[in-house]
């Protein structure tokens, strides 16, 4: 009995002990399993990042300060744990500039709004992160250079050009804007900001009130010398009309005196040439009568005087004392 129980004891303890080393192994694999996945539950996450279709994006590590030299466009994307993309849009950009002034180029300040277009390249991508970290960054440089090529731009230009060459300095606006996003070739900055210009919009301008009133004043001026010159012809030409009728009035006046004229003198010559006649022929008789009565100078007044008496109606003569009235003796 003892030889058996002897036998017994250390084989149920060693079958114990197998037991508790398995279910030890169990615990310490499922532990490690349950590590495994949490791991991969937290690493996982942090080491997928996702670009969208219309963005640009370059993967930073922030723990190794690394970044990345190419672009990556729209997908998703692995990377070691704690990574990022620095992310820009990929698509056209509006910008647009609060309402403010420029000095024009004879010193008056004009108020303008502008709205202007640009964009990121894919080349220009990483200089840009280094030079300003993010596109909010980057964004509002761009914007201080839009706004300084159209200060720029203004200031070529006098205030009475923003009336009637509005669409020449919107271009030369564009031109500065082009300038200033993107640099000059061979110049110190030859990359301006890194952006692309594409289009810029003058959508309205203001100019001062000064100069308004003045061009109002002007205008006005303008319109009361071209009311003053169609006054001045239409009192020239009724003037004009007026000395022409008066002339035909003189011409008809100055002939109708000379037609009457004429006639009075064409009258006149007549009657003289009728009284000569007259009195050339009463003197050929007085002389006839003379000559056949054999009658003096003296007696033919007398005839006359007699005749003239004669001839007289109601004739009345007062005469003074001594009065000689006949001449009778002298016939």
């Not at 061009?215 to 020239?236: C, F, G, H, P, W």
């Not at 007549?270 to 007259?278: D, G, P, V």
């Not at 007044?301 to 009778?328: C, D, F, H, K, N």
Request: glycine fraction near 6%; aromatic fraction near 8%.
């Amino acid at each position: 009995m003892a030889n058996d129980s002897s036998l017994v004891l250390p084989t149920s303890i060693a079958d114990s002990k197998c037991a508790t080393d398995s279910s030890f192994r169990n615990k310490i694999c499922c532990a490690l399993i349950s590590v495994v996945l949490f791991l991969a539950i937290i690493i996982l996450p942090l080491s997928l990042k996702k670009v969208g279709s219309t963005e640009f994006g370059i993967s930073y590590t922030k723990y190794s300060k690394q970044l990345d030299d190419a672009a990556r466009s729209g997908g998703l994307y692995t990377g070691p744990p704690g990574f990022k993309f620095i992310k820009f849009p990929s698509l056209y950009i509006t910008a647009d500039l609060p309402e403010s002034t420029c000095v024009s180029k004879d010193g008056l300040r004009v108020n303008y709004d502008v709205t202007f277009q640009y964009r990121m390249e894919e080349r220009d991508l990483k200089p840009a992160i280094l030079k300003y970290r993010n596109f909010e960054n980057w964004a509002r440089i761009v914007e201080v250079a839009g706004n300084s090529a159209v200060q720029h731009a203004c200031s070529l230009f006098e205030v009475s050009n923003f009336q009637n060459q509005r669409g020449v300095i919107q271009s030369t606006m564009e031109d500065y804007l082009r300038i200033k996003l993107e640099g000059v070739e061979g110049s110190s900055d030859d990359v301006g900001v890194y952006a692309t210009a594409l289009s810029l919009q003058l959508r309205n301008v203001d100019l001062p009130s000064e100069y308004r009133e003045a061009v109002s004043e002007k205008q006005q001026a303008a319109e009361d010398i071209t009311l003053a010159k169609n006054q001045r012809l239409q009192l020239t030409t009724k003037a004009r009309t007026q000395l022409l009728s008066a002339r035909e009035e003189a011409k008809k006046i100055n002939d109708t005196a000379i037609n009457e004229a004429e006639v009075l003198l064409t009258e006149a010559a007549l009657k003289a040439e009728e009284i000569e006649i007259s009195y050339r022929t009463e003197a050929e008789v007085i002389r006839g009568v003379k000559e056949d009565l054999g009658l003096t100078s003296e007696g033919v007044l007398a005839y006359m005087t007699t005749r003239m008496y004669s001839e007289a109606e109601g004739l009345e003569i007062v005469a003074g004392e001594p009065a000689r009235l006949g001449r009778q003796n002298e016939l």
